[in-house]
């Protein structure tokens, strides 16, 4: 007896959710996307803004934008994702809907929901799909997980209390918590 076939969803159907529902595409199957926690949003913020200014103080020809953003990784229609933090470097990937192909550099932040996409399900696909360096955020643990794929090096754990280099630029520092403390956040 043959298996049921699974449904093979596009990004057509990523786009007729109904105003206000996120979801992600991966392999034509959606994945809906809760709201972020005031936490999640403003360590996107603090991160993206950081290295927006770092762009702007060099003159840098690269863009960083915060979800919600869409980024079809692939030349397909069965990949969508929407990465918390995105440097694109490529202005040829830029579109009116979005970002088509790997960006150069992704943040995640973790959120319950989304712990085992991130540092599972996404980790694979940003490396496939040809991110350059990919970051895991995670609150809870309070530490930072460093792939940097185009090194192929092993992948860094950094507490939120030390300064992360942002390795596409090798001289931007962050230190996660710095920038909370900042803003009264502990």
Not at 19 to 36: N, S, T, V
Not at 79 to 86: K, N, Q
Not at 138 to 151: L, S
Request: hydrophobic fraction near 35%; charged fraction near 25%.
């Amino acid at each position: 007896m043959p298996l049921p076939k699974e449904h093979i969803y596009t990004v057509d159907d990523i786009y007729s959710l109904p105003e206000g529902e996120r979801a992600e595409l991966i392999d034509g199957q959606i994945y809906m996307m809760g709201a972020p926690t005031y936490l999640h949003q403003t360590l996107s913020m603090e991160i993206s803004g950081t290295i927006r200014e770092y762009i702007r103080r060099k003159h840098g020809a690269c863009q960083v934008l915060h979800a919600p953003l869409a980024v079809t990784l692939f030349a397909d229609d069965k990949t969508y994702v929407e990465p918390d933090v995105a440097v694109i470097c490529d202005k040829g990937k830029v579109t009116d809907k979005g970002i088509n192909g790997a960006p150069d550099f992704i943040a995640e932040i973790v959120s319950p929901s989304s712990r085992r996409m991130d540092y599972n399900t996404k980790n694979a696909l940003y490396a496939d799909a040809g991110v350059r360096e990919y970051w895991i955020v995670d609150p809870d643990k309070k530490r930072t997980t460093v792939y940097r794929y185009e090194e192929d090096a092993a992948p860094m754990i950094v507490s939120f209390d030390q300064p992360l280099t942002v390795g596409i630029y090798g001289d931007l520092k962050i230190n996660i918590s710095q920038l909370l403390q900042d803003l009264g956040i502990n």
